[in-house]
């Protein structure tokens, strides 16, 4: 479990997106939240906090429809999904 949440300001190509989403490791989870703070300039500030609040309810909904997880590993995914919602949306 997370105790801190480690932020990395930068550039992602979609293509290390994708192979980082592929990535599994045997009897581990990992969190990884990439988010793109820097809605369009069309999209109002409101917009973009409610776009953002329904992805991160969607990462929830993931978590807990995790069948595989132990209890411990399921509480330190929602513990990361918690460290990033207060980040996301104070």
Same mark, same amino acid.
């Given at each position: 479990? %997370?105790n801190?949440? !480690?932020? $990395? @300001?930068?550039? *992602? +190509? =979609?293509s290390? !997106? &994708?192979?980082?989403?592929?990535? #599994? &490791?045997?009897?581990?989870r $990992? ?6 703070? +820097? =809605? =369009?300039?069309? %999209?109002?500030?409101?917009? &973009? /906090? *409610?776009?953002l609040?329904?992805?991160? &309810? /969607? @990462? #929830? @909904? +993931? *978590?807990d429809?995790?069948?595989?997880? +132990? =209890?411990?590993v #399921?509480h %330190?995914?929602? /513990?990361?999904? @918690?460290?990033?919602? !207060?980040?996301?949306?104070p």
């Amino acid at each position: 479990m %997370a105790n801190a949440l !480690t932020l $990395v @300001e930068g550039v *992602i +190509r =979609p293509s290390l !997106t &994708a192979e980082l989403d592929s990535f #599994r &490791a045997a009897n581990h989870r $990992v969190s990884s939240y990439y988010l793109n703070l +820097r =809605p =369009p300039s069309e %999209a109002n500030g409101e917009a &973009a /906090r *409610i776009a953002l609040k329904n992805a991160l &309810a /969607r @990462e #929830r @909904e +993931r *978590i807990d429809q995790l069948e595989d997880a +132990r =209890p411990a590993v #399921r509480h %330190a995914l929602h /513990r990361d999904w @918690e460290l990033v919602s !207060t980040w996301c949306l104070p």
